[in-house]
């Protein structure tokens, strides 16, 4: 991962131009990753589109994925981008659709940790999601193959194959066995 001080702001960095980096904002300092890799992309996918179909046909709220943005602090901006997230109809009412970056904190964020990605990487996104008002958070490690729930920094479980993830009072009804989050050993 990559910073450089010229994007500051949560408009600099939706005008960037798309190119070959994905691209957080922290505290205003401009954060460049690498591209997903495939193992990562398949796991957001399979758990994405669980919780989307669970989320649309209880008419619960929205499931955007693509490491869409969230803006969690301004002055200085940090906007956050979750593999997959959660976003409740209440506060799609209250905010409403944007084609920016959505201006509160996702109910529930997902992130598939990468090969490079650090545990102190790993430990700043869940703590920014926490402290912005994110309710629950998973994290998926694909080379333990566990997902660790974060309801709080207080409250932390760590979940295997044989555990089902629940969507609890943030995704009411939801569960998925964490097997099925991972794709088919091969």
Not at 34 to 53: N, T
Not at 96 to 117: I, N
Not at 159 to 177: H, K, M, N, R, Y
Request: proline content about 6%; hydrophobic content about 40%.
């Amino acid at each position: 991962m990559s910073t450089t001080s010229n994007v500051t702001t949560a408009e600099e960095l939706l005008r960037l131009p798309r190119g070959l980096f994905r691209s957080e904002l922290v505290k205003g300092e401009l954060r460049m990753m690498s591209p997903a890799g495939f193992e990562h992309g398949v796991i957001a996918q399979r758990l994405g589109a669980r919780l989307s179909l669970f989320v649309e046909e209880q008419n619960l709220g929205m499931v955007p994925t693509a490491e869409t943005g969230f803006i969690l602090e301004e002055n200085p901006d940090t906007v956050r981008a979750p593999d997959v997230s959660f976003v409740s109809n209440e506060k799609l009412e209250r905010c409403g659709m944007t084609a920016k970056y959505f201006p509160e904190a996702p109910d529930l964020a997902v992130e598939v940790v990468s090969p490079d990605d650090t545990a102190e990487a790993i430990d700043s996104k869940v703590r920014d999601w926490l402290a912005a008002g994110t309710k629950l958070a998973w994290v998926i490690y694909p080379k333990g193959r566990t997902v660790t729930v974060y309801r709080s920094l207080d409250d932390i479980q760590v979940l295997s194959e044989q555990d089902v993830l629940s969507g609890e009072t943030i995704v009411p009804g939801f569960s998925c066995a964490v097997a099925d989050v991972f794709p088919p050993i091969r």
